[in-house]
């Protein structure tokens, strides 16, 4: 698939501190990218620098389809983590005006404007003053303005922030149907759940770094090791000196053993003692929100994971 | 350059689809009127009724004489009895009456120095001095009385007054010597002058709006998604360019519904005094003076999230336009004195100061004018730089307001 957007080695300062450092990444035609870290991480920072909303200190951004310095403007849709709209107008007026500014034919801007508002519920808000809208409203008309001149691009910047789950559900399909065309999409996100549903691939970012960048399915592969829960009491020590057993974690009945990354899961079950208390046994991966919960709260869990991290 | 168009187009379009603003587009023209018109017809009313009816008997024939004098205006609610008439019979016949007095002029008058005017009760004291006509002719006749000839007795009566001369004045009345047409001619000066003046004056208001546009930009957070189509100062451009045209707009309804009514009502050819080729240098002046305070405007109001929470720093720069009324004293009473032009070459007070000297000056100092415009084009370049470099990153900072040290470390960029 040919490649939209290609960020390469980004780096961010304000005064003496580091925003972002050394951030690569790209982005493929029909394909869903998520940039996922907690608050603060530099994902803002990141697209706004693709924006050129923010001018990075070093590294470069680039636009395959276009060969002129300037940022093809009229070919991306944003919708910013700071949104909203103008207060005393019409919900057609304000759309009409984002897609004259990108140059989209206003004949065809309003027919798909329309559109839209049927998708999203909102049939018949086309001439309503925006101040009567509600919140998740004025999401959906935001979100309508960065895709309502067709864009080969899409950047969405924390999209799912604020919306109550049905209105997830529809913007979720609605992301999906657009890469389907063909849109590229690149979107923040510190909902590690949605995210896992949603994307081909993830780079996860942490004060400014990059922690992980690969498909769903890689970085599950890679990162996600085995976890074996067990119900029961059982003595720490005795499920520690078992092979392979990385780390353990014992909350009342409940243990949890942390496997090592290349374990061989009917193998392992083998080798279960015999004496061992089995109320119920339970074998799957840590979770993408787990690995992002550890990383956000600075618990190692990558290391042990087989990673060597640097978020230090 | 398109892309600011589109913007201007927006802010226009939106500003004429909001109510109030149409309201007060129409309603500031209308009050303008309304406040215009109150005086006048007050004192039409007054005109009508505060004339006293003057009773006057005139035994030195005084009146008779000075009445071919006066025009006719000033003589028609005065009006000659036959018969003398005692204190008595007149208080008499004034306390039925309203609105009248009697002047009684007698050989005593002329004797004792002092004229009785017997007035209703409903008479302000103050119509005493209607009767102030009389002093000359009454003087000169007690003079003439006294074996003056008539000639000697006008010349006695008509006093001695003084009156100051400077060389300046001097070279004035030379040039001028027909009072008349000197108040024609400060007329012609003037009435370009104070259309250029309501320009400026309408466009910086229509200006001081730009300062809430970009401050609401920031506020509903429209800014980031409208940058995703254009640059920050194809943003701003567009906003100044908005907002001017919204400015014409007002001072075209304040023309079509004022001039109107003063060709009417006001006996002045304005449209003759308003048409010369100086206008357009006056237009140019006002037109210079919006886009300097447009970018100090649009510039503030990118840092400021809420007009509540300005700050003195923001309020003073608010106040900038109204320097100009500083200098006006010092410009008034000396057009060329020292005040004058150091307000003509800066910046900040250049355009109101230039349009006030203007209309004051009978000989347009145009060297003067030519570097004041020179600085004035190259401050709205220098401030337009500032503008953008402050609104590029205010624009963006969500949360709080720019201290005047951040917006200055913006500037250093």
Same mark, same amino acid.
């Given at each position: ?312 | ?264 009502? !006001?006996?002045?050819?304005? %449209? #003759?005094?308003?048409?010369?080729? *100086?206008?357009?240098?006056? /237009?140019? =002046?006002? $037109? ?67 349009? !006030?000297?203007?209309?004051? %000056? #009978?000989?347009?100092?145009?060297? *003067?004018?030519?570097?004041? /415009?020179? =600085?004035? $084009? ?36």
């Amino acid at each position: 698939m040919e490649t939209v957007l290609t960020v390469d080695r980004l780096g961010k300062s304000f005064k003496d501190t580091r925003i972002i450092r050394d951030i690569s990444f790209h982005v493929k035609k029909g394909e869903i990218m998520a940039i996922l870290g907690p608050n603060g991480a530099g994902k803002t920072t990141t697209i706004r620098s693709i924006m050129g909303i923010m001018y990075p200190d070093e590294g470069s951004v680039e636009f395959h389809n276009h060969t002129s310095k300037e940022i093809p403007r009229h070919k991306i849709g944003y919708l910013p983590e700071e949104r909203g709209l103008y207060k005393n107008v019409k919900v057609m007026d304000i759309l009409l005006y984002f897609a004259e500014l990108k140059d989209y034919p206003l004949k065809k801007a309003k027919q798909r404007a329309l559109e839209y508002l049927k998708k999203f519920g909102l049939e018949g808000k086309d001439q309503v003053s925006i101040e009567e809208l509600s919140k998740g409203m004025g999401q959906k008309v935001q979100f309508i303005a960065s895709i309502i001149h067709e864009p080969e691009l899409l950047i969405l910047d924390e999209p799912f922030s604020g919306l109550d789950p049905v209105s997830q559900e529809v913007f979720k399909d609605e992301i999906k149907e657009l890469a389907q065309n063909g849109t590229a999409i690149l979107l923040s996100s510190h909902q590690m759940n949605l995210v896992e549903q949603l994307c081909d691939r993830l780079f996860l970012i942490h004060r400014g770094q990059k922690i992980i960048y690969g498909t769903i399915d890689e970085v599950k592969k890679e990162y996600a090791n085995f976890k074996c829960t067990i119900l029961g009491s059982h003595n720490r020590e005795e499920l520690e000196g078992m092979t392979q057993v990385q780390r353990v974690e014992q909350n009342d009945n409940v243990s949890t053993l942390y496997l090592a990354q290349n374990v061989h899961i009917p193998t392992w079950l083998k080798q279960l003692p015999d004496n061992l208390e089995i109320q119920e046994l339970r074998i799957d991966r840590v979770s993408l929100h787990e690995i992002f919960v550890d990383i956000a709260t600075g618990k190692n869990l990558m290391e042990e994971g087989g990673i060597s991290s640097d978020a230090e | 350059m398109r892309n600011s168009m589109k913007v201007a187009k927006w802010e226009y379009k939106r500003n004429m689809k909001n109510k109030s603003f149409i309201i007060s587009l129409f309603l500031t023209p209308l009050l303008f009127l309304v406040f215009f018109n109150l005086p006048l017809l007050f004192d039409n009313d007054e005109a009508e009724e505060a004339g006293p009816q003057i009773h006057i008997y005139d035994e030195l024939g005084v009146w008779s004489e000075l009445k071919n004098q006066l025009p006719e205006e000033q003589t028609e609610n005065w009006q000659e009895i036959d018969a003398f008439k005692s204190e008595e019979e007149i208080i008499q016949e004034l306390e039925n009456e309203e609105n009248t007095a009697y002047i009684m002029l007698t050989e005593d008058v002329l004797k004792s120095g002092s004229v009785h005017v017997y007035m209703s009760k409903d008479l302000n004291e103050n119509a005493v001095f209607q009767a102030n006509i009389l002093e000359h002719p009454l003087l000169a006749q007690k003079l003439a009385d006294m074996g003056l000839t008539s000639e000697q007795a006008q010349i006695a009566a008509s006093g001695i007054t003084f009156e100051p001369v400077t060389p300046e004045s001097a070279s004035q009345t030379q040039a001028s010597e027909n009072e008349g047409q000197s108040q024609e001619e400060l007329l012609e000066r003037v009435v370009p002058v104070a259309f250029a003046g309501v320009i400026l004056f309408s466009i910086l208001i229509t200006g001081m709006m730009i300062f809430q546009s970009a401050s609401q930009e920031k506020k509903e957070k429209v800014a980031e998604i409208v940058l995703s189509s254009l640059t920050p100062e194809e943003l701003m451009q567009g906003k100044i360019y908005g907002y001017f045209a919204l400015g014409i707009t007002q001072v075209a309804a304040w023309m079509v519904l004022i001039l109107p009514f003063l060709a009417w009502r !006001v006996d002045i050819p304005f %449209l #003759e005094y308003l048409l010369v080729p *100086e206008l357009f240098l006056l /237009i140019f =002046i006002a $037109i210079a003076g919006y886009l300097l305070f447009a970018s100090i405007f649009v510039s503030i109001g990118a840092t400021v999230e809420d007009m509540n929470s300005t700050s003195n720093f923001q309020g003073m720069l608010f106040m900038l336009p109204f320097l100009p009324a500083i200098f006006i004293g010092p410009i008034m009473s000396d057009p060329s004195g020292i005040i004058a032009q150091v307000g003509t070459y800066f910046p900040i007070t250049t355009p109101g100061v230039l349009l !006030v000297r203007l209309a004051m %000056l #009978e000989e347009w100092p145009w060297i *003067e004018i030519i570097i004041a /415009i020179a =600085i004035l $084009i190259v401050s709205i370049w220098v401030f337009m730089k500032l503008a953008g470099k402050i609104f590029k990153t205010g624009i963006l900072m969500y949360g709080k307001d720019a201290t005047p040290k951040e917006i200055w470390k913006w500037i250093r960029q």
